[in-house]
């Protein structure tokens, strides 16, 4: 689960790139919280892709600071569906920050998210529907490599542990390649390489600003 930590570090970076009025760079860091948010609670994040959105003022980002806290400890007591009722909120608080020209209302703009997430669980990944965790007749896999680039470790690794049977369904192909079941995983390859690719960016701004600037706030 991602650590209450890590999110109130990238809230405060948003806080300082506000300040800073580098609202572009806030605005990345602000929507990579919100996709780890709903990462949580294992939904598509692809309604963000080409969102506008603005940089919640103090007073919504204490909002939605409480709703992930609450978000994350619902999850710990593996109580889902209260869970499931703050990200209601979560999507009532985010509707007021996005700028939608087909949507005439922000009720309307609610409907078209929630829409969005419930359609998803009817798509593979080609887009295809499918059933449950089925999609024409076999599981959802991914490949060693695709999973080791999720998790961060090298491929010998996720095979070793193939070998070891940490994932009981996780079988070889004829050719020996392993093939691991997608459940197994909270995020999505497409996620990981989103979150790899804005921490780079983060790392990046980190560097141009350099250890001065964070001394200032300190």
Request: proline letters at 1%; one cysteine or more; charged letters at 35%.
């Amino acid at each position: 689960m991602i650590k209450e930590r890590d999110e109130e570090l990238l809230w405060d970076t948003v806080s300082l790139l506000s300040e800073q009025n580098l609202m572009d760079n806030a605005k990345a860091v602000f929507k990579s919280i919100v996709e780890r948010t709903f990462v949580l609670l294992k939904q598509s994040t692809d309604f963000l892709d080409d969102s506008n959105i603005e940089v919640p003022s103090k007073e919504l980002s204490n909002q939605f600071r409480y709703i992930e806290r609450q978000i994350r400890y619902e999850l710990m007591m593996k109580d889902y569906e209260s869970a499931h009722e703050q990200l209601v909120e979560y999507i009532e608080l985010l509707s007021q920050l996005i700028h939608d020209d087909d949507a005439t209302d922000k009720t309307t703009l609610q409907k078209r998210i929630m829409a969005k997430l419930l359609s998803n669980h009817f798509l593979d990944a080609e887009g295809n529907e499918y059933i449950g965790v089925l999609a024409a007749g076999k599981t959802e896999v991914y490949s060693s490599t695709e999973v080791a680039e999720i998790l961060g470790v090298s491929d010998q690794t996720i095979r070793r542990w193939c070998d070891k049977r940490k994932y009981p369904d996780a079988y070889q192909t004829e050719g020996g390649h392993w093939r691991i079941p997608k459940k197994y995983f909270k995020i999505t390859i497409e996620e990981a390489r989103k979150r790899k690719e804005f921490e780079e960016q983060l790392n990046t701004l980190n560097n141009e600003k350099g250890e001065a600037d964070e001394d200032e706030f300190l």
